[in-house]
């Protein structure tokens, strides 16, 4: 196990009234090795607060986050992939995905050659001198995830990534992913609203109750790849899930 | 050259013929309104004299100094308060009070305290710029997408990095829309300063020239004034093509 979440919750205090909004209850889950895990849920059941948990960037109220495998390991277990990118503006592709390596202090050469081998994965060659700007929606969250996967992370932890881009780029980049994910033999952890990528991508999906976030039940996917989406399999799992989430959309929309 | 190119040089020169033509028909006083050519010749006379780039040398040596000094501490104030919510406590009613001030009235102070001499007058232009530089950076800091941040942080950035690799190009392009208006600034402000308590400069040239009743010289002063807008302009903009090629400009 790489990752285990020991119970954990998450309440945000809102200054204004003096509430306290629970986000997350009793969160128990265990990270597994190069799985793929995908985190599903309506919106605001607390599954990108969870992401951030994941990745350190918040911290618990309560509970536990252990990192079994990073006594023994080599600095940050994990790395994000935002949904709106998250690049900078001002560094060419190369010196996005140069970043991490070069706050580590790892020697220009080396961290440069690096950044290059992983915009060949990403089948970026070719732009590593362009700027953020010059870019398609697709081609930054490719740079976004060269960049994630320059600190050879053991799990990469994505939010949404592909919310905001056109249909028949999403597709591409889910074969993308699916792809980046098998060469590399990474933990990826995955955190989405669309139940059929849920099901074309994943090997482990959690499905979590409307706010406070809960584990209301967590499925193995046992579909051959590759998946598509108009497989009768796929489709039967699709609907069984569809209809415990449609539960949950309903349960939000009440309360 | 476009058609629009070719109409806005038509204006000009159309504009200034019309006025050499009625200065020399002895429709205009040339004591109020000297011809363009004669006030061309009297730059030309002034400039072979060494008079007119003495003068710009000594006005430019304070724009600079007071830019510099100006720009510097406004940029290093800025990026700090505008990352660190108690450093921006203590400047906030400082800003608040002085900024509204125009930097022209406190000139006198100046005096009193520097003395008649370049300091009072670089001082003058560095409280000038540095409000201007500071707010805009201030500014660039808070438009910083607080993702970019926690991005940073999760690659591995100390807060220090954050700072020098985030926070300070993040601010870069408002730093310099308040070094641009702190350019202007300093212009205005070293053309008061040199009205009084100087004998250099060309400030002191123009002013020296309207209390002579000598308009072609007046109108000399005026025009090296907007020759050096001109070129400051330019050299900021050269400044953040060079340091900023990301940005993309509309125009």
């Known amino acids: 196990m790489l990752l285990a979440l020991r119970d954990v919750g998450k309440a945000w205090h809102i200054a204004r009234t003096g509430e306290r909004v629970a986000a997350l209850e009793s969160i128990t889950l265990d990270v597994a090795p190069g799985e793929f895990l995908i985190l599903l849920g309506p919106s605001g059941c607390g599954k990108s607060t969870l992401l951030q948990i994941m990745a350190g960037l918040e911290a618990p109220s309560s509970g536990a986050i252990d990192f079994p495998a990073a006594a023994g390991g080599h600095g940050k277990l994990t790395s994000m992939v935002f949904q709106d990118y998250a690049l900078f503006p001002w560094r060419t592709v190369l010196g996005n995905v140069a970043f991490g390596p070069e706050v580590r202090g790892v020697p220009r050469r080396e961290r440069e050659e690096r950044a290059r081998r992983l915009i060949e994965l990403v089948n970026l060659r070719g732009a590593e001198q362009r700027y953020p700007h010059e870019l398609s929606g697709g081609m930054r ?7 994630a996967l320059a600190n050879d992370p053991q799990i990469l932890l994505f939010d949404e990534p592909l919310a905001a881009l056109d249909a028949q780029t999403r597709r591409v980049m ?22 059929s990528e849920a099901v074309l991508l994943g090997t482990r999906i959690v499905l979590m109750t409307a706010g406070p976030g809960r584990v209301k039940r967590i499925e193995d996917v046992p ?10 399999a796929e489709a039967a799992m699709l609907e069984r899930l569809d209809a415990l989430l449609g539960e949950e959309v309903a349960r939000a929309m009440a309360s | 050259m476009t058609a629009s190119h070719w109409r806005q040089i038509a204006s000009v020169l159309g504009l200034l013929l019309l006025w050499q033509i009625l200065v020399q028909a002895g429709r205009i006083n040339p004591l109020f309104l000297p011809a363009p050519l004669s006030v061309l010749g009297a730059m030309w006379e002034m400039t072979r004299s060494g008079e007119l ?19 510097v501490l406004g940029v290093l104030l800025g990026l700090i308060g505008g990352a660190v919510r108690w450093v921006e406590d203590l400047l906030d009613p400082w800003v608040a009070a002085v900024y509204p001030i125009p930097k022209s009235a406190l000139f006198p102070l100046f005096l009193l305290w520097f003395g008649l001499g370049n300091s009072s007058k670089i001082i003058t232009i ?17 438009a910083i997408n607080p993702v970019l941040l926690k991005a940073a942080r999760d690659l591995g950035a100390s807060r220090l990095q ?12 408002n730093i310099f829309t308040g070094l641009r208006l702190g350019a202007g600034m300093a212009l205005i402000l070293v053309f008061i300063t040199e009205i ?25 002063g005026v025009v090296t004034f907007g020759l050096l807008g001109v070129a400051t302009t330019w050299l900021l903009q050269w400044l953040e093509r060079v340091t900023c090629p990301w940005i993309q400009r509309s125009n």
């Open chain 2, 126 to 142: 560095a409280v000038g710029v540095l409000f201007l530089v500071l707010v805009n950076t201030i500014t660039g800091v808070r």
């Open chain 1, 174 to 195: 889910q074969d993308e992913l699916l792809r980046i994910w098998t060469e590399t033999g990474k933990t990826f952890v995955y955190v989405t609203h669309s139940l």
């Open chain 2, 196 to 220: 009084e308590a100087t004998k250099a400069g060309l400030g002191f040239l123009l002013w020296e020239a309207f209390q002579l009743m000598d308009t072609r010289h007046v109108f000399v």
């Open chain 1, 223 to 232: 579909l051959p790849r590759p998946r598509l989406a108009t497989g009768r």
């Open chain 2, 162 to 173: 954050i700072f020098v690799k985030v926070i300070l190009p993040g601010a870069l392009p």
């Open chain 1, 141 to 147: 969250q490719r740079v976004a995830l060269a960049r």
């Open chain 2, 53 to 71: 780039p003495w003068a710009v040398l000594v006005s430019l040596n304070r724009v600079a100094q007071g830019f510099i000094y100006g720009a």
